[in-house]
C-alpha cells in the first residue's frame, strides 16, 4: 500500500479516538525519563523522545502476571481460576523501531512450535503496533548491527517517518492498514513529502556510526566457552538485572506461589541470568558459581545460542542497557572485545 | 488454546516410605478427571511439574511405566519447599500435574538391542519407568538383553524393594544389586556402581548404556562405558537441572543452545560432548 | 585531573614492580561521555589505563570482598570509610589493602545534567577547572561542577581519606557548614501520611534489579533475605509490599555501617531516592549513640556490640 501522512497536529485528535475504541499505550513522562504507559487523552502522550526508560515489553510480558489463582479454603475440591484474557484491542503508539522489532524476537520464545504461551500471546494478537521512527538515534543505539534499523519496519504494522511539520506513514501490515483506513486523519501521502522522507531515512541511518559485525562474534563464540576472557570480562559485572532488565529481548523468568490468607495465586516474574539464584538447584549444586558464567551466559545466549535456535541474534541494539550500567559495562565494548580475541 | 502453565488435578491415592531414612517417598497419583488421563500419553524418560498449590511446582521424573496404566508414580527425595510439601501430603489429597515434559530415552532405537541400565541413588525413577516398559509382556520380544546394575549408599536406600526382588528372580533380567556398606544379612554386591560395572563388564556389542545417577557416580561410571568399548552415541543420560517452566521459555535451563527441559533431559554422551559443560 | 591520574600510574607501577601488590583496582576511561569504568591492573603494562576524573563515581571497596590477592585500592573519601567498615566487620584485612588515598571534591550526577538538557545528547564532555565542556548535536554548554555533584557529594563531610597508605594531592576543605541531615529533618517534619505517600512513590518505581545492594560495598551477603527460599522472607514481585519490605529491611541492615558513599542512589537505574531511608538511619545511629560508620578502625558499629546503657528508646516494649 502506498504510504500516508498525518499532519502532527491531527495526532492528539488521532489518539483521542482511538483510545474510545482502544487500550492505547504511549510514551509519557519528562526529563528523559520516559515510560509506556496506558493513555487517557491524546495529550498526554510524549512523542519527541529518544526512548523509554524500560523497553515496552511489560505490555505483553509484565514484570509480574498472574497465571492462574486458587482458593486454598476449599479443602479437598481444586479450583484453579485463570485471569480473564483481555477481550479490549490495544494499540501501542510511538513506539521506537527496535522495541517494535524485539517483540519479533521474542515471538520466538513465547509462540514457538512446540509450545504456545497464552498470556503472551494473546496480548500480542490482539495489539496493534504504531512505530515512530528514529530522526536522531542516540550514540549508544547499534540497531543496524542487528539487522535494524533507525526506520526498521520489523515488528510493525505501521511506521511513522517524522518529516516536521507531519509524519509519513508507512503501512506494514494487513493489520495496520485495516487502521489506517477506517481514521481520516490518514490522507494519502503527498509527493514531495515522499523525497523529504527518504532524505530522512537516509539521514538518520547516516547517524549510526558502531557498525558490529555480529555475524562474525557469532562464529567467535562458537570455540570461546573456555576462553579466559570471560574472568576479566566479568570482573567488574555488580550481578544485578539492570541490563536484563531492561532489555527489550530478555524475556527469563521465575515461576513462585504468593499466598494471603485463603487466596492463592500462581505468578511469574522477570528474573535475570545475572542472579546466582537463576540456576541454583535445591541440593545445593549451582552450574553457574560467579558472575564469569553469569554474564557469559548473557552473551552466549545473545549471540551464540539465540542465534543456533532462531536465526537472530536476542539484541535489537537499542543501547539501554550500555546507558544504565552501574558500572558502565558495556555491551559494545564486550562484542568488539570478542571479535579482537 | 491449551494453557500449558495449568496443572491438571490428580488424587493421591497411595503413598509408599521408600528409604529407611524416610526422606524418599513415592507417591501414586490419579488424574480426577477421565479425559486429562486420556491426554497425558507418556514415554519412559519423561518427567511432570507437581504442584501443590500455595507452595509451588517443581519437575520429577515419572517412574511409572505407560505400561502401568490408571496411575502415574513419582518418586520425591525431600530437599526443597515443595519436595517437603509433598512429603506432608497424605493420601486423598489433590495434587496438580503438568505434563507429560520433555523427550523420552530413545525406545526405538533400544528395539533389538541389549540395554544396560545403570542407576544410582533416587535417581533410579525413570530407569524404573525403562525397566518395567522392556519388561512389559508385549514390548519384552522386541528388546535383547537386559542388565540392570543399581546401588544405592547402603540396603535401605535402595529404591522400589519389593519390586526389586521380584526382578531378581526374572529370568529375562540381569539385575545386579550393589551397596557402598554392606549389612550383615546383605547377600548381592557390595561396592561403588562404577566398580560393579567393571567387574560385570557388560558387552558393548549391540548395546546401548543407560545411565542416571548422583554426578559423582556419572563421572566414574563413563570412563568404565568407554574402556568398555561403549561409544559415545550409544551412553545415554538424564540430566537434571534448575527449572520452572518445562517447556523451553522460562531460560534457565540451558546447557549451550539445547534446553534440558525442552531438548532433553534424554542426551547421548555423544550429544553432550558437543555442548559446553554448564551442567 | 591529569596529574592525579599520572600519579595513580607511577604509584600502580611502582606498587607492581615491587611486588607489594597482585593488583590494583582503579578506574579507565568510561565507553560513553560522562562516564568511568572500574578497572583491574595486573602488570605495569596495564598501568597506563588507570585514570582518575569527576566519573569516578563508582565505590571500588565493593570489590574488596570478594578478592583473595594483596590489592591496591584507589580510593576517595567514602570508599575509604567504606573499607575501614569492610575491615571492621573481616571481610579484608588491612595488611592485604593498599590504599591510594585521593581528597575528592565530589563526583559528577550524569543523570542531571541529562535532565537539564531535555533529551539532547552529549557527545563529548570535557573537563576543565571547575567546569565541564558538553558538545553534542545542536549542543555547546559549559557547566559549572559544583551544581551537577551527587546528592551524597553535596552533604559529604569526609572528602578527604581518613586512613590511607599514599595521599595523592593536597587535601581538601571540608564543608564544615553543610546541614547534611537538612532533607531527613524536611521529611521527618511531614505527617504520618505524606511521609508513607512519598516514600510509596519512591519504592513503587523499583524494579528488583538489586543494583542497590549489588552496588553497596556492605551488602555481600552470602545469602540476602530476598533470594532466600527456605524460608521465603518476601515475595518476587514489584507489588509495593514486597518492594517496601526490600528497601526497608535493606536499610536496617546496613545502619550503622552505611557511610553515605550513594552508590546506590547513582546505580539506580529507576531513580529511586535510596538516601531517604539510608540518611535517616544514619542519623539515628548518630543521635543515639553518637556514633559515625567508617572513622576510625578502633571502635566497633553499635548494632554489633552491646553496653548496658545503649538507648533503647526506640524499642518497642
Known amino acids: 500500500m502506498k504510504e500516508l501522512e498525518i499532519a502532527k497536529t491531527e495526532v492528539v485528535s488521532l489518539l483521542n479516538t482511538l483510545i474510545k475504541e482502544y487500550k492505547v499505550f504511549a510514551p509519557v513522562g519528562q526529563n528523559g525519563f520516559i515510560t509506556f504507559q496506558e493513555i487517557h487523552s491524546g495529550s498526554e502522550a510524549f512523542l519527541d523522545y529518544i526512548n523509554s526508560k524500560k523497553p515496552p515489553k511489560e505490555i505483553f510480558f509484565p514484570q509480574s502476571e498472574r497465571l492462574f489463582s486458587y482458593d486454598l479454603s476449599k479443602g479437598e475440591g481444586w479450583s484453579v481460576e485463570e485471569p480473564a484474557s483481555e477481550k479490549k484491542q490495544r494499540i501501542i503508539f510511538g513506539i521506537r523501531p527496535c522495541d517494535a522489532r524485539s517483540l519479533v524476537l521474542l515471538d520466538n520464545v513465547f509462540d514457538g512450535q512446540l509450545y504456545k504461551d497464552p498470556y503472551y500471546s494473546g496480548k500480542r494478537k490482539n495489539t496493534t503496533i504504531i512505530a515512530i521512527g528514529c530522526n536522531q538515534p542516540s550514540s549508544t543505539c547499534f540497531c543496524t548491527s542487528l539487522g535494524g534499523g533507525p526506520f526498521s519496519q520489523d515488528g510493525s504494522d505501521l511506521i511513522l517517518v517524522d518529516i516536521g511539520q507531519k509524519y509519513i506513514v508507512q503501512v506494514v501490515t494487513e493489520k495496520g492498514k485495516k487502521l489506517a483506513k477506517k481514521h481520516n486523519e490518514f490522507k494519502e501521502a503527498e509527493d514531495n513529502s515522499l523525497s523529504l522522507m527518504r532524505d530522512t531515512i537516509e539521514t538518520a541511518e547516516a547517524l549510526i556510526k558502531s557498525k558490529i559485525e555480529v555475524q562474525k562474534v557469532t562464529e567467535k563464540l562458537d570455540s570461546m566457552f573456555d576462553d579466559p576472557f570471560w574472568d576479566l570480562v566479568s570482573e567488574k559485572c555488580l550481578g544485578c538485572a539492570v541490563c536484563t532488565y531492561l532489555c527489550p529481548t530478555c524475556y527469563c523468568f521465575d515461576i513462585t506461589d504468593e499466598v494471603t490468607g485463603q487466596r492463592g495465586e500462581r505468578v511469574r516474574t522477570w528474573d535475570s541470568c545475572a542472579f546466582p539464584n537463576f540456576t541454583l538447584q535445591a541440593s545445593g549444586v549451582n552450574p553457574r558459581p560467579s558472575s564469569k558464567e553469569r554474564l557469559r551466559q548473557r552473551i552466549m545466549h545473545k549471540f551464540n545460542y539465540f542465534v543456533a535456535n532462531h536465526g537472530m541474534a536476542a539484541c535489537v541494539g537499542c543501547g539501554r542497557c550500555i546507558k544504565e550500567c552501574p558500572v558502565n559495562l558495556d555491551i559494545q565494548v564486550v562484542l568488539n572485545s570478542i571479535l579482537n580475541r | 488454546m491449551k494453557n500449558p502453565y495449568l496443572p491438571l488435578p490428580m488424587r493421591v491415592e497411595k503413598i509408599v516410605i521408600e528409604t529407611e531414612d524416610k526422606n524418599i517417598k513415592t507417591f501414586s497419583v490419579k488424574f480426577l478427571n477421565d479425559e486429562d488421563a486420556a491426554n497425558f500419553n507418556y514415554l519412559p524418560g519423561q518427567f511432570a511439574q507437581l504442584s501443590v498449590l500455595g507452595e509451588g511446582e517443581a519437575p520429577f521424573g515419572i517412574a511409572s511405566s505407560p505400561t502401568e496404566p490408571g496411575e502415574l508414580q513419582f518418586t520425591v527425595n525431600k530437599a526443597g519447599v515443595l519436595t517437603t510439601a509433598l512429603h506432608n501430603l497424605e493420601e486423598g489429597e489433590i495434587i496438580g500435574v503438568r505434563g507429560p515434559l520433555g523427550n523420552c530415552f530413545p525406545i526405538e532405537a533400544l528395539e533389538s538391542k541389549d540395554t544396560i541400565i545403570i542407576g544410582g541413588g533416587f535417581a533410579f525413577t525413570t530407569l524404573r519407568s525403562l525397566t518395567n516398559y522392556i519388561l512389559y509382556q508385549e514390548n519384552r520380544s522386541r528388546f535383547g538383553n537386559v542388565v540392570v546394575i543399581y546401588g544405592a549408599r547402603s540396603p535401605g536406600l535402595l529404591l522400589y524393594r519389593d519390586e526389586l526382588e521380584k526382578w531378581e528372580v526374572r529370568t529375562d533380567l540381569d539385575l545386579h544389586l550393589t551397596v557402598d556398606r554392606a549389612e550383615e544379612d546383605w547377600q548381592r554386591k557390595v561396592g561403588v556402581v562404577p566398580n560393579i560395572v567393571k567387574e560385570i563388564a557388560p558387552s558393548p556389542e549391540n548395546a546401548y548404556a543407560v545411565v542416571c545417577g548422583p554426578p559423582i557416580m556419572i563421572k566414574f561410571t563413563l570412563p568404565v562405558l568407554r574402556d568398555l568399548g561403549f561409544p559415545p552415541e550409544r551412553i545415554v543420560l538424564s540430566l537434571e537441572m534448575k527449572m520452572k517452566c518445562g517447556i523451553g521459555m522460562c531460560g534457565r535451563c540451558n546447557i549451550g543452545n539445547q534446553y534440558v527441559c525442552k531438548d532433553g533431559p534424554i542426551f547421548t554422551l555423544a550429544q553432550l560432548n558437543e555442548l559446553p559443560s554448564e551442567y | ?317
Not at chain 3, 119 to 138: P, Q, S, V, W, Y
Not at chain 3, 166 to 177: P, S, T
Not at chain 3, 192 to 209: G, L, P
Open chain 3, 1 to 317: 585531573m591529569l596529574n592525579t591520574s599520572v600519579a595513580i600510574r607511577d604509584i600502580a607501577k611502582k606498587l607492581l614492580d615491587e611486588k607489594r601488590v597482585d593488583l590494583i583496582i582503579g578506574f579507565e576511561k568510561g565507553s560513553v561521555p560522562l562516564r568511568s569504568t572500574p578497572c583491574f591492573v595486573r602488570s605495569t603494562s596495564e598501568a597506563d589505563r588507570l585514570i582518575w576524573n569527576v566519573n569516578c563515581e563508582n565505590n571500588l571497596a565493593k570489590y574488596l570482598p570478594k578478592t583473595k590477592e594483596r590489592v591496591a585500592i584507589v580510593a576517595k573519601g567514602c570508599d575509604v570509610r567504606s573499607i575501614i567498615g569492610l575491615i571492621k566487620e573481616n571481610q579484608v584485612t588491612r595488611e592485604q589493602v593498599f590504599i591510594i588515598g585521593i581528597p575528592c571534591k565530589g563526583m559528577i550526577d550524569r543523570r542531571k545534567i541529562e535532565a537539564k538538557l531535555d533529551g539532547k545528547e552529549i557527545i563529548e564532555a570535557e573537563e576543565k577547572d571547575d567546569t565541564i565542556i558538553l558538545t553534542g548535536n545542536n549542543l555547546r554548554e559549559i557547566i559549572k561542577k559544583e551544581e551537577f555533584l551527587h546528592n551524597s557529594c553535596k552533604t559529604c563531610t569526609h572528602r578527604n581519606p581518613v586512613i590511607y597508605d599514599v595521599l595523592i594531592g593536597d587535601k581538601v576543605v571540608e564543608d564544615q557548614a553543610v546541614d547534611e541531615y537538612r532533607e531527613v529533618k524536611e521529611f521527618e517534619a511531614q505527617s504520618h501520611d505524606e511521609r508513607w505517600r512519598s516514600f510509596s512513590d519512591e519504592v513503587s518505581k523499583c524494579i528488583r534489579c538489586y543494583a542497590c545492594r549489588n552496588a553497596c560495598p556492605f551488602c555481600y551477603c552470602q545469602e540476602c533475605f530476598v533470594d532466600s527460599s527456605q524460608p521465603q522472607w518476601i515475595g518476587k514481585t514489584t507489588n509495593l509490599s514486597d518492594t517496601a519490605i526490600f528497601h526497608i529491611v535493606r536499610a536496617f541492615h546496613i545502619a550503622g555501617r552505611c557511610v553515605d558513599c550513594g552508590s546506590c542512589d547513582r546505580a539506580c537505574p529507576m531513580g529511586i531516592d535510596l538516601r531517604r531511608l539510608t540518611k535517616k538511619m544514619e542519623m539515628d545511629v548518630k543521635d543515639l549513640f553518637h556514633y559515625e560508620a567508617g572513622i576510625s578502625l578502633e571502635d566497633m558499629p553499635p548494632l554489633a556490640t552491646f553496653n548496658p546503657d545503649d538507648p533503647q528508646e526506640f524499642m518497642m516494649v
